[in-house]
């Protein structure tokens, strides 16, 4: 859990996925998740992802690979002003469920 204080704003909540210890990938967790009424983004991407960059430069994700494997691995969780302790309960259930389920 990241550190709180009065000094973010938490306008994501970024969760990473560690690959090798999962039968799924991020598309795939993601996936099960929706399956269950949680709906989840990808917020980042890295530049040398985006149509102009890799384009422009011809890049290739392997370019980059510290950058692909976190984009690889992240997923952004529900989070919103009015999102109620019940509704976060019910994220982090999910999540542990489909985790518990693609552990390896």
Same mark, same amino acid.
Do not use: K, N
């Given at each position: !859990? ?13 969760? =990473?996925l560690v690959e090798e210890r999962l039968t799924?990938?991020?598309? =795939? ?8 009424? %949680? ?5 980042? %991407?890295?530049?040398?992802? !985006?149509?102009?960059?890799? +384009?422009?430069?011809?890049? =290739? ?5 510290? +950058?692909?494997? +976190?984009? =690889? ?5 529900? %989070? ?10 019910r994220v982090i259930a999910a999540v542990r469920r489909v985790g518990d389920r693609a552990r390896?």
């Amino acid at each position: !859990m990241p550190a709180q204080g009065p000094e973010h704003s938490w306008h994501l909540f970024v969760i =990473r996925l560690v690959e090798e210890r999962l039968t799924l990938d991020r598309d =795939r967790f993601a996936e099960a998740l929706s399956e269950q009424g %949680i709906g989840v983004s990808v917020h980042f %991407i890295p530049l040398h992802l !985006m149509p102009y960059y890799s +384009a422009r430069y011809r890049l =290739r994700p392997e370019d980059f690979p510290v +950058a692909y494997r +976190a984009y =690889r691995c992240s997923l952004s969780l529900p %989070i919103y002003p009015g999102l109620s302790d019940e509704q976060v309960q019910r994220v982090i259930a999910a999540v542990r469920r489909v985790g518990d389920r693609a552990r390896r």
